[in-house]
């Protein structure tokens, strides 16, 4: 088995922060049954889109954009579990001190409000919410590229009565 199909295997074992944007409504990707399908090895494989391959190509760049702008390093976690909901798992972009560090690309800034602030889009709201209750962390950056030349931070900080109804 490559790295890729084990890494495959053991995503299904659990709910992964795209998992949860779903299961909540939230994902314009996926939508619950999907996710109900792929836990069960049923799902079929999945083709990788354009949009998919660049934003894996470029999130070593962003990554590093993000470092050189904010002065943090930043490491690269393997997958976790949650202690408390061993189902929740949490495959990060990165972990920076105190936070956790989600990497995006997107075509316009659509759902993306102002810079510095915590309005991005609900799926990836939903996604850094999940990955705040699996690490116990209680900020994430999320670092975005859009349109390949608009670079931008966001702040999301937990929200308890949230994290509470997840």
Known sequence: MNAR???????RK?????????????SRYKTRADVWL??????PEIEESQPMHWGTVLEPVIRAEYMARTGRDVIQPPMMAS???PWMLANLD??????ILEIKTARNDADWGEPGSDEIPL???????????????????????IGGSDFRIYTVEADRDLHLAM
Do not use: C, N, P
Not at 6 to 11: K, S
Not at 14 to 26: M, P, R, T, Y
């Open 5 to 11: 199909a084990a890494w495959l295997e053991a995503r």
């Open 14 to 26: 659990g709910v992964g922060g795209s998992d949860a944007a779903a299961i909540l409504g939230a």
């Open 38 to 43: 792929d836990k069960t090895g049923r799902a």
């Open 83 to 85: 202690e408390h909901f």
């Open 94 to 99: 990165g972990v920076s001190g105190d936070r």
């Open 123 to 145: 799926e990836y709201s939903a996604q850094v919410h999940h990955y705040m209750i699996v690490t116990g962390l209680v900020v994430a950056d999320v670092a975005v590229l």
